[in-house]
């Protein structure tokens, strides 16, 4: 795959993930603390108009295709050898980027039932965390495959890429709760987005720098 067509699909990835991110904020998005954004997001997505959730919900769509896209940068910034390695590290972050599409469009059906106080909240509330768990149980897998791509070799990028890795990012941003307002809550909030932003967009950046080089 050429470089405008990895770049292409980098650049996907990151709209992807800049739309999950609006998605994000449309549903609990909030100007605090990030202890805030683990204490009081329910709080805010009941205060919420329900259209402004529902568009929220609608942002999964073209997050989820920008994301999908996303994989193909993935796949082609990895060596051609071994194939398996290959497949499996584009392969993970498919199946993470079709999760993560999932899970955002459920939790819009859930904020929409906490907002009209619907009678099965606790019924989406479990349901939406089945979703959380596949996300966790793909995505770790996909950052180690990842780094290890990198460290060994098998990439496009230098070794040091392997610290500009989404799953690292999150695990920073997740717990992140010591930031102060008014960042705080968003980071925290949206720490998977961002750091699926930050990812794509290093990406491209070091693409273009090694073409201009």
Known sequence: MTNPFARFFGYAGLIGACAMFAGDM?????????????????????RTDPQRLAFGGFASIIGGLGYALGAGHVYARTADRPAWLRQAVAGSMLILAIIATATHAVWGSFALT?????PSNA??????STYFLMGGVVGAPASLLLAAAILTRRTRWPMWFAL??????????????YLPAPLGAPIVGGAFN????LFYAFSVAHSMVRSNS
């Not at 961002?194 to 932003?197: D, N």
Request: net charge negative; aromatic share 14%.
């Open 114 to 118: 906490m907002a009209l106080n619907g």
């Open 164 to 177: 500009v890795n989404p799953g690292l990012f999150y695990l920073l941003l997740s717990n992140a709760t």
């Open 194 to 197: 961002i750091a699926f932003a």
């Open 26 to 46: 449309l549903f609990y998005g909030q100007w605090g603390s990030g202890a805030d954004a683990l204490t009081t997001s329910l709080d805010v997505v009941r």
């Open 123 to 128: 019924l989406v509330a479990n349901y939406l």
